[in-house]
Nanobody, 116 residues
Framework: QVQLVESGGGLVQAGGSLRLSCAAS????????MGWYRQAPGKQRELVAT???????TYADSVKGRFTISRDNGKNTVYLQMSNLKPEDTAVYLC??????????WGQGTQVTVSS
């Protein structure tokens, strides 16, 4: 089992910044890629960014150039630096961890609200 705990969400004005953190514990040796997803009310969950153990990254087109995902393997933590936030970025942000074999693990989520 893998446990994921997110932190760093909150309320920010448009144009502002936030940094989300996700700390992993448990059977972390099983983890390959980690990532961030988000889900706004009435919308489907969508990919924000992912990062592999070797540092390879992918981003949703809507956040490219504004968000940066990073990973500290020593601390078993993944970060999402969000800049130039927009009201449409408002959502619950969820951390994910993909094991080499098996189902994806999810955190509880952290709320990000961007006011206009």
């Amino acid at each position: 089992q893998v446990q994921l705990v997110e932190s760093g969400g909150g309320l920010v004005q448009a144009g502002g910044s936030l940094r989300l953190s996700c700390a992993a514990s448990g059977s972390i040796f099983r983890i390959s890629a980690m990532g961030w997803y988000r889900q706004a009310p009435g919308k489907q969950r969508e990919l924000v960014a992912t990062i592999t153990t070797r540092g390879g990254t992918t981003y949703a087109d809507s956040v490219k150039g504004r968000f940066t995902i990073s990973r500290d393997n020593g601390k078993n933590t993944v970060y999402l630096q969000m800049s130039n936030l927009k009201p449409e970025d408002t959502a619950v942000y969820l951390c994910s961890a993909d094991p080499v074999i098996g189902k994806t693990y999810w955190g509880q989520g952290t709320q990000v609200t961007v006011s206009s």
